[in-house]
């Protein structure tokens, strides 16, 4: 069984910072990428931004040159620093990982439950 359990989201006002967490935890036997989408009400999920084992990073373009992904690997862990905050960043964000629990699997993308990021005066 596999989690992915997010943290660090809230209420912040604009141009304001918030850190977002996601640890990946249980039979993992490699992990590819991980990565961050948002789904804002009445609006498709969208990539915010994802990054490979090598720490090869990709960005949505509403976020480049505010937001910044990074992971650790030893604790199969991925992080979003998000700055300069926007109202219209206000979104459930939801961490995902591309990985394989076993030798044997195929590579499988699992997602967590999400966190809420309110961006507000």
């Known amino acids: 069984q596999v989690q992915l359990v997010e943290s660090g989201g809230g209420l912040v006002q604009p141009g304001g910072s918030l850190r977002l967490s996601c640890a990946a935890s249980?039979?993992?036997?490699?992990?590819?990428?991980m990565g961050w989408s948002r789904q804002a009400p009445g609006k498709q999920r969208e990539l915010v931004a994802g990054?490979?084992?090598?720490?090869?990073?990709n960005y949505g373009d509403s976020v480049k040159g505010r937001f910044t992904i990074s992971r650790d690997n030893a604790k199969n862990t991925v992080y979003l620093q998000m700055n300069n905050l926007k109202p219209e960043d206000t979104a459930v964000y939801f961490c995902?990982?591309?990985?394989?629990?076993?030798?044997?699997?195929?590579?499988?993308?699992?997602w967590g439950q999400g966190t809420q990021v309110t961006v507000s005066s």
């Open positions: 995902n990982a591309l990985l394989r629990v076993g030798v044997r699997d195929d590579p499988y993308t699992f």
């Open positions: 249980g039979s993992i036997f490699s992990i590819y990428v």
């Open positions: 990054i490979n084992s090598g720490g090869t990073t």
